[in-house]
Antibody
């Protein structure tokens, strides 16, 4: 069974850095793009960006470009979402996602369980 | 970016009711519109892809229709487990975008 397993909840202070992870299993990791979606407390879903684990080609939403960095280590089937300097407004649940195999579309077929990031002084 | 507008934002219905949620895109999507269900405290799950294709394992009471800019999700006979929030997503171009969500509540 395909799984995306994310790292655990984090509590950080404003200005701190953070890197959360998402490990894929039960499929060939380099075959499907991995993306990230933000959900702020009580709010809807926001598409942040996506990376091709095969060649690290990365696309960002303009809303998140320059605010976060998406990376991958294909040797351990793991994708990352990173912040250099967190803000209180980064407090949210972050989901990693897998792009479906139909490469004509950016459909998400699997989701991780989510990583809750809390930024508070 | 393509803007996605769902309606209604919330909806009260009873078990057994037929329910329809609509999603309108600001640009032409051909058929590349998906629907997801999210229950409280859980990750979203794919219900419908490419406007009308049912994801494996999803009950047949869920159906999708539409093309171009206007799309519909229909639940033919609501079951207790269907009370959740539903999101549309355009998968036509990047950045992908979601509708604001429709919260389906028990009447």
């Amino acid at each position: 069974e395909v799984q995306l397993v994310q790292s655990g909840a984090e509590v950080k202070k404003p200005g701190e850095s953070l890197k959360i992870s998402c490990q894929g299993s039960a499929y060939r990791f380099t075959k499907n793009w991995i993306g990230w979606v933000r959900q702020m407390p009580g709010k809807g879903l926001e598409w942040m960006g996506i990376i091709n684990p095969g060649d690290s080609d990365t696309r960002y939403s303009p809303s998140f470009q320059g605010q976060v960095t998406i990376s991958v280590d294909k040797s351990i089937s793991t994708a990352y979402l990173q912040w250099r300097s967190l803000k209180a407004s980064d407090t949210a649940m972050y989901y990693c996602t897998r792009r479906a195999e139909d490469i004509t579309t950016w459909t998400i077929d699997y989701w991780g369980q989510g990583t809750l990031v809390t930024v508070s002084s | 970016d393509i803007q996605m507008t769902q309606s209604p934002s919330s909806l009260s219905a009873s078990v057994g009711d037929r329910v329809t949620i609509t999603c309108r895109a600001s640009q032409y999507l051909t058929k590349y519109l998906n629907w997801y269900q999210q229950k409280p405290g859980k990750a979203p799950e794919l219900l419908i892809y490419s406007a009308s294709s049912l994801q494996s394992g999803v009950p047949s009471r869920f159906s999708g229709s539409g093309s171009g800019t206007d799309f519909t999700l229909t639940i033919s006979s609501l079951q207790p487990e269907d009370f959740a929030t539903y999101y549309c997503q355009q998968s036509y171009s990047l950045p992908s975008t979601f509708g604001q969500g429709t919260k389906l509540e028990i009447k």
